[in-house]
């Protein structure tokens, strides 16, 4: 799995590509949503094997998860544009999966649970897999970690941030132009 840091990042630039009047509950919520599938940890404790719908990648990293999640918080926590919400939530819990079959470990993604169990990579996985723990996180190999998701997650987050910003300042300008010259 990515880490919650290669997570949120994904969720806040999707916050921000997507919802154009700021709102900072949807933006905490898309963040959230990046991080919950791996929830799924827990069920080793309840001796839940790896491979079990149920298991760690699965259920919760599935399409229908995604889908059904989206849904929730859209009818209950999202006010005034329910497909913004939709969309920002649904985009953000899905990313997990396509994030953590990017990544050099594990087991597979389960993104067609229930339907099929099959777990699923994608052929190029760039992404340092995290360990699960925080003691083991904050060792050479979460350094490495990090290093990774900053390059394959990080960086294009930030460009799209940037490139997204460049254009508002863009529109505002235009605008304010536009404007003055109406006045003349």
Not at 126 to 149: A, D, L, M, N, T
Request: hydrophobic share 45%; glycine share 8%; net charge positive.
């Amino acid at each position: 799995m990515a880490s919650i840091f290669g997570h949120g990042m994904v969720g806040y630039t999707l916050s921000k590509i997507i919802n154009q009047k700021n709102l900072k509950w949807l933006l905490l919520c898309a963040i959230f949503s990046t991080i919950l599938p791996d929830f799924d940890v827990l069920a080793f404790r309840f001796g839940i094997p790896y491979e079990d719908p149920f298991g760690h990648r699965g259920f919760t990293h599935s399409i229908l998860f995604a889908v059904l999640w989206a849904l929730l918080l859209t009818f209950t926590v999202g006010r005034k544009s329910k497909i913004v919400w939709f969309l920002v939530i649904f985009l953000s819990t899905l990313s997990h999966g396509i994030l953590d079959a990017m990544t050099s470990g594990g087991k597979g993604v389960g993104f067609l649970i229930p339907v099929d169990n099959s777990r699923y990579f994608f052929p190029i996985r760039p992404i340092k897999v995290s360990p699960i723990g925080v003691e083991r996180f904050f060792s050479e190999w979460g350094v490495k970690v990090i290093y990774s998701e900053f390059f394959y997650i990080g960086l294009p987050c930030i460009l799209i941030l940037v490139i997204l910003y460049a254009i508002k300042k863009y529109n505002g300008y235009k605008k304010r132009t536009t404007s003055s010259r109406r006045m003349d």
